[in-house]
């Protein structure tokens, strides 16, 4: 299971935003990556964009991690 809080419930675009994110399972996995990305579509230009990214090695089975987006 993977659980993803946000410290506010609305973000505006372009606003900084933080949260937390929790896993846990029955296993100890080998790597956990995590990303926070935007994308349009539709008519016009097709834009996206990875705005955090991290990757935990090695990890538990269960653990929280902070997460920070500016």
């Known amino acids: 299971m993977i ?10 675009v372009g606003q900084s935003f933080s949260g937390q994110f929790y896993w846990t399972g029955n296993k100890t996995p080998e790597e956990i990556s995590f990303e926070v990305r935007w994308g349009t579509k539709g008519r016009g230009t097709v834009d996206s964009e990875t705005l955090y990214s ?14 920070s987006v500016k």
Do not use: H, K
């Open 3 to 12: 659980d993803i809080q946000l410290q506010n419930n609305e973000i505006e």
């Open 54 to 67: 991290n990757s935990f090695a090695g990890t538990t089975s269960s653990a929280f991690r902070s997460f």
